[in-house]
Every structure is written in structure tokens, then in C-alpha cells.
């Protein structure tokens, strides 16, 4: 019977031909999960690592390690495979083991990784994207954790529209490098803001635009999350307590 690992060989089959090893990286986290969820886990990586590499020859090696032969990653695929969530570190292959036999010795250490876990397309999270620095650190953290995230970004009337959305696309092009795929939505509030300017007292049109702001992403999410085994529960911010208006003490009391 034929087998995907064999091939003929006169008129006997033989174990195919091995290529050579290049990278051998270590899993993260995993012992956290029973087997099967391990397995599953290990295979979305191996997945991702495929797409970074443009390399369909990356496999199991053991129990807790993953290689890469054939071809050298080049060193923009290897920084993208340092930020890849699920990945502990990543060694080169030893040049000339005694005997290749799959058991995943490795050589010397390029760089460490992400760490976390991979990334699984049913945990769904939203990013409120701002635009700033700490929304995506959150998104990617969440991602570490293994959320796959989109974003929604609130325009409004005080911002230049079309540079706010080339950079807030920029932004996403560059997160998703990291899982593959991601969507960015835009909601105007501007006839929120109108009101909102109109009735409610300045010191308090901050948090009323937060909470809007929630509100409406949180209707984004529930309608964005079929197949989500959480049902577009997770929502993601990039909050600093204290460092602008909507998050200071006196604000967040009143």
C-alpha cells in the first residue's frame, strides 16, 4: 500500500529521500493543553510558519519542536517568525548531524520568540483601533494569546479623514503579517458627536464618547464573529490609566 512518506524504488518501496534542515524552532506553552488540543495547536502553527517562509516544507519534529528544511529563511522572514505567537525560540539545524533521524537536535540559538500561544481563527477578538501606539501593542498581545483580531476604527469630525485611514490601514497591513488576515472597519460618529457636543456638559463628552464608542463596537463584534466559539465577546483597548483625558482619575469618578 502506497504511503505520502514512501516512494518506489525498483520493486520494493523506501523511505524518501530527507532534505536538508535549516531552522528548528521550539513550541511555547503548549503543555498547558491536553494532547489533541496540542496537536491541533501545533498544526495551526506549522501553518503560519508556511505562509511567513513561503515554504511548504516545515514539519513536527518530536513532540515539541518544528523544522525547516530545504531553504534558509531570509532575515525579514525571520523577524516575522520571532513576533509569530506559539513560537519559544529559534535555533539553526545542527550542519552535519551524525544521523538524521527526526529527533530534533538543535544547533545554536538565532533569537528568541514571541512566545504565547497560536493564533486560532475561532477566538475572535476587536481591536478599537486608535491610531496610536497602544491599540496595536494590544491587539498583538492579544494575538500572543491566541485571539485572532480585527479592528474597528470611530471617525469623527476633528481628524483629517483620509490620513487617519491610510494610517490606520498601515497599521493593520503590518499586524497582519503576523496571523495572515485581518479586517478594519470604519464607523462615522460624527452625528454622535454632534449630539453628544450639544447635550452633555464638557467635562464629562469624553467618557460618554468611550462608552458610545463600546457600545457600537460591541454590536461590530457580534455581527462579525460567525464561527467564533466566544460570540464576539472580547473586545480590545489600548487603555493607560492616567495617560490622556478619558482615563484619569477625576474623569473615570464623575
Given at each position: 500500500?502506497?504511503?505520502?512518506?514512501h516512494?518506489?524504488?525498483?520493486?520494493?518501496?523506501?523511505?524518501?529521500?530527507?532534505?536538508?534542515q535549516?531552522?528548528?524552532?521550539?513550541?511555547?506553552?503548549?503543555?498547558?493543553?491536553?494532547?489533541?488540543?496540542?496537536?491541533?495547536?501545533?498544526?495551526h502553527?506549522?501553518?503560519?510558519?508556511?505562509?511567513v517562509?513561503?515554504?511548504?516544507?516545515?514539519?513536527?519534529?518530536?513532540?515539541?519542536?518544528?523544522?525547516?528544511r530545504?531553504?534558509?529563511p531570509?532575515?525579514?522572514?525571520?523577524?516575522?517568525l520571532?513576533?509569530?505567537?506559539?513560537i519559544g525560540k529559534?535555533?539553526?539545524?545542527?550542519e552535519?548531524?551524525?544521523?538524521?533521524?527526526?529527533?530534533?537536535?538543535?544547533?545554536?540559538?538565532?533569537?528568541?520568540?514571541?512566545?504565547?500561544?497560536?493564533i486560532?481563527?475561532?477566538?475572535?477578538?476587536?481591536c478599537?483601533?486608535?491610531?496610536?501606539?497602544?491599540?496595536?501593542?494590544?491587539?498583538?498581545?492579544?494575538?500572543?494569546?491566541?485571539?485572532?483580531?480585527?479592528?474597528?476604527?470611530?471617525?469623527?469630525s476633528?481628524?483629517?479623514?483620509?490620513?487617519?485611514?491610510?494610517?490606520?490601514?498601515?497599521?493593520?497591513?503590518?499586524?497582519?503579517?503576523i496571523?495572515?488576515?485581518?479586517?478594519?472597519?470604519?464607523?462615522?460618529?460624527?452625528?454622535?458627536?454632534?449630539?453628544?457636543?450639544?447635550?452633555?456638559?464638557?467635562?464629562?463628552?469624553?467618557?460618554?464618547?468611550?462608552?458610545?464608542?463600546?457600545?457600537?463596537?460591541?454590536?461590530?463584534?457580534?455581527?462579525?464573529?460567525?464561527?467564533?466559539?466566544?460570540?464576539?465577546?472580547?473586545l480590545?483597548?489600548?487603555?493607560?490609566?492616567?495617560?490622556?483625558?478619558?482615563?484619569?482619575?477625576?474623569?473615570?469618578?464623575?
Amino acid at each position: 500500500k502506497e504511503s505520502p512518506k514512501h516512494f518506489w524504488m525498483g520493486p520494493r518501496m523506501v523511505p524518501a529521500p530527507r532534505t536538508e534542515q535549516m531552522i528548528i524552532v521550539s513550541i511555547a506553552e503548549l503543555f498547558l493543553k491536553n494532547m489533541a488540543h496540542q496537536r491541533r495547536l501545533i498544526q495551526h502553527l506549522m501553518q503560519c510558519m508556511r505562509r511567513v517562509c513561503d515554504n511548504p516544507e516545515v514539519g513536527a519534529c518530536g513532540n515539541a519542536l518544528i523544522e525547516i528544511r530545504t531553504v534558509m529563511p531570509t532575515e525579514a522572514q525571520l523577524k516575522i517568525l520571532s513576533l509569530l505567537p506559539g513560537i519559544g525560540k529559534i535555533y539553526r539545524a545542527i550542519e552535519k548531524p551524525k544521523a538524521d533521524d527526526g529527533s530534533g537536535k538543535t544547533g545554536a540559538v538565532i533569537c528568541d520568540g514571541a512566545g504565547g500561544m497560536p493564533i486560532l481563527r475561532e477566538q475572535s477578538a476587536l481591536c478599537l483601533l486608535s491610531g496610536g501606539i497602544d491599540s496595536p501593542v494590544a491587539a498583538y498581545r492579544m494575538m500572543n494569546r491566541g485571539c485572532h483580531v480585527n479592528c474597528v476604527h470611530f471617525l469623527n469630525s476633528t481628524n483629517d479623514t483620509a490620513a487617519v485611514m491610510d494610517k490606520n490601514r498601515l497599521i493593520c497591513q503590518q499586524l497582519s503579517r503576523i496571523q495572515g488576515h485581518m479586517t478594519l472597519r470604519y464607523v462615522d460618529i460624527q452625528a454622535i458627536q454632534t449630539q453628544i457636543v450639544a447635550n452633555v456638559p464638557n467635562h464629562n463628552r469624553t467618557l460618554v464618547y468611550k462608552w458610545f464608542m463600546l457600545a457600537l463596537a460591541s454590536c461590530v463584534a457580534k455581527q462579525t464573529s460567525v464561527g467564533s466559539v466566544n460570540g464576539g465577546k472580547i473586545l480590545v483597548v489600548g487603555d493607560s490609566l492616567g495617560q490622556v483625558a478619558s482615563q484619569t482619575i477625576d474623569n473615570l469618578s464623575t
